[in-house]
């Protein structure tokens, strides 16, 4: 399957990082769902599912992240997994609703404006549920947020103005509201830096937890 150092890189410094979120959306998958993991990375977060759900497919469109979940996932034995190098702005090749959830993580701030509003949509259209972690807007003042910040800038380039970009815009509830997705739960994580929301087409589930 060949190596890919990036993919190495990602394993030992990022994803630790947010070993918190992964375990809390881990906790939000009922067994045998059919899971969707979309910008899958490494696969970390699809292994996790992958130990409660029925089914997880990962998708990413780079191919160093596939290559290192596929090995990741061949080492560990994990058979109820498939990881795809497809691009998530158009996933007409899935049917409507058949998975039960589809999830993504750490991924929205990363994609341009009018992308994330892309992959968000298809997301909506392909599953039941859709769970969404990615940075808090606007963060609670703090070391923490200073550091995710200074994380951001470092990175540079497209992906820090589409960073600078996502939180200028709202976030995730912005996001939501574009889509047409009623936020039907969130929870802030990590010092006030993340959210976890809980996404729904149905708006009658439109509440949003105080």
Same mark, same amino acid.
């Given at each position: 399957? %060949?190596?890919?150092?990036?993919?190495?890189? #990602?394993?030992?410094?990022?994803?630790?990082? =947010?070993?918190?979120?992964?375990?809390?959306?881990?906790?939000?998958?009922?067994?045998? &769902?059919? +899971?969707?993991? =979309?910008?899958?990375?490494?696969?970390? $977060? !699809?292994?996790? =599912?992958?130990?409660?759900? %029925?089914?997880?497919?990962?998708? &990413?469109? !780079?191919?160093?992240?596939?290559?290192?979940?596929?090995?990741?996932?061949?080492?560990?034995?994990?058979?109820? =997994?498939?990881?795809?190098?497809?691009?998530?702005?158009?996933?007409?090749? #899935?049917?409507?609703?058949?998975?039960? *959830?589809?999830?993504?993580?750490?991924? $929205?701030?990363?994609?341009?404006?009018?992308?994330? +509003?892309?992959?968000?949509?298809?997301?909506?259209? *392909?599953?039941?549920?859709? +769970? +969404?972690?990615? #940075?808090?807007?606007?963060?609670?003042?703090?070391?923490? !947020?200073?550091?995710?910040?200074?994380?951001?800038?470092?990175?540079? %380039?497209?992906? #820090?103005?589409?960073?600078?970009?996502?939180? !200028?815009?709202?976030?995730?509830?912005?996001?939501?509201?574009?889509?047409?997705?009623? $936020?039907?739960?969130?929870?802030?994580? %990590?010092?006030?830096?993340?959210?976890?929301?809980?996404?729904?087409?149905?708006?009658?589930?439109?509440?949003?937890?105080?």
């Amino acid at each position: 399957m %060949g190596f890919s150092f990036k993919g190495f890189i #990602y394993q030992v410094f990022i994803d630790p990082l =947010i070993g918190g979120l992964r375990r809390r959306v881990v906790e939000m998958i009922n067994p045998g &769902d059919k +899971v969707i993991d =979309i910008a899958c990375g490494t696969g970390a $977060m !699809a292994a996790a =599912i992958a130990k409660h759900a %029925g089914h997880v497919t990962g998708l &990413d469109l !780079a191919v160093d992240m596939i290559i290192t979940a596929r090995r990741m996932a061949q080492r560990k034995g994990i058979d109820n =997994i498939t990881f795809e190098l497809q691009d998530a702005s158009d996933l007409s090749c #899935y049917a409507d609703n058949c998975f039960d *959830v589809a999830v993504t993580s750490m991924s $929205m701030h990363q994609f341009d404006p009018e992308v994330a +509003v892309k992959v968000l949509s298809e997301m909506k259209l *392909v599953a039941k549920r859709v +769970v +969404v972690a990615d #940075y808090n807007c606007p963060m609670t003042p703090g070391p923490a !947020a200073v550091l995710a910040w200074g994380i951001e800038r470092a990175a540079k %380039g497209d992906h #820090y103005r589409n960073f600078r970009k996502y939180m !200028a815009g709202g976030g995730i509830m912005s996001l939501a509201n574009t889509t047409g997705l009623a $936020m039907t739960s969130h929870e802030v994580r %990590g010092e006030g830096v993340f959210m976890i929301a809980v996404l729904s087409a149905n708006q009658e589930n439109s509440a949003v937890p105080q």
